[in-house]
């Protein structure tokens, strides 16, 4: 089972810029689809960004524009690039490794998470 490590979260303020970082072990990396979650104490969680393993990306209609998920497989790294960060963006952030492209279940290995605050 891959385990996955998730960096790069922190503090911005509005309009600025984050990269998320999340890095797998194990093999067979590529033929994973990978995804970013995030989560609130109010909300549940929900997909952000995936990217299956043909390169193809999808993305939650409140990102749209603003986030871009890539992957690099030599690496076992996927990469979640966060522009004009807005406070409704506060979560804690999630990767996500699955052998399905079905983003609407909980499936799959996840990270341990990575606080994002937006605040001026």
């Known amino acids: 089972q891959v385990q996955l490590v998730e960096s790069g979260g922190g503090l911005v303020q509005p309009g600025g810029s984050l990269r998320l970082s999340c890095t797998a072990s194990g093999p067979f990396f590529s033929l994973y689809s990978m995804g970013w979650y995030r989560q609130t104490p109010k909300n549940q969680r929900e997909l952000v960004a995936g990217i299956i393993r043909g390169g193809s990306t999808n993305y939650g209609d409140s990102v749209k524009g603003r986030y871009t998920i890539s992957r690099d497989n030599a690496k076992k790294t996927v990469y979640l690039q966060m522009n004009s960060l807005k406070p409704e963006d506060t979560a804690i952030y999630y990767c996500?490794?699955?052998?399905?492209?079905?983003?609407?279940?909980?499936?799959?290995?996840w990270g341990q998470g990575t606080q994002v605050a937006v605040s001026s």
């Open positions: 996500n490794a699955r052998l399905s492209t079905d983003w609407g279940r909980d499936l799959g290995s």
